[in-house]
């Protein structure tokens, strides 16, 4: 069965750092595009960031949305089959369930698209408030 796994989701004050993990079971993660989506209260789901597959043809590719580009990274280990999204310099507005995603491929320009993922893992709250 295939599964994600987020963890690493809390409360933290302006200004400051989580990690969100992104665990698979039953699959390979590098055989697949991982995304971040992130959804706020009242708001539609947005991406935030993903990562190609190491065996894309166009090799390990990243993207961010305009509103984390600079302060979030995402990474693989895989290792421990794992996709991380390190969220440095926090703000209120990052406040929102956050939610991992695989998809077969690569979307380019079209990476943010929900429609390209195939498998959700369950949410995680990240809270950012003084």
């Known amino acids: 069965q295939l599964q994600l796994v987020v963890s690493g989701g809390g409360l933290v004050q302006p200004g400051g750092s989580l990690r969100l993990s992104c665990a698979a079971s039953?699959?390979?993660?590098?055989?697949?595009?991982i995304a971040w989506f992130r959804q706020a209260p009242g708001k539609e789901r947005e991406g935030v960031s993903c990562i190609s597959s190491s065996y894309s043809s166009s090799g390990v590719r990243t993207n961010y949305s305009d509103s984390v580009k600079g302060r979030f990274t995402i990474s693989r280990d895989n290792a421990k089959n794992t996709v991380y999204l390190q969220m440095n310099s926090l703000k209120p507005e990052d406040t929102a369930i956050y939610y991992c995603?695989?998809?077969?491929?690569?979307?380019?320009?079209?990476?943010?698209?929900?429609?390209?993922?195939?498998?959700w893992g369950q949410g995680t709250q990240v809270t950012v408030s003084s």
């Open positions: 995603a695989a998809g077969e491929y690569y979307g380019g320009s079209y990476w943010a698209r929900r429609s390209r993922y195939d498998y």
């Open positions: 039953g699959f390979t993660l590098d055989y697949y595009t």
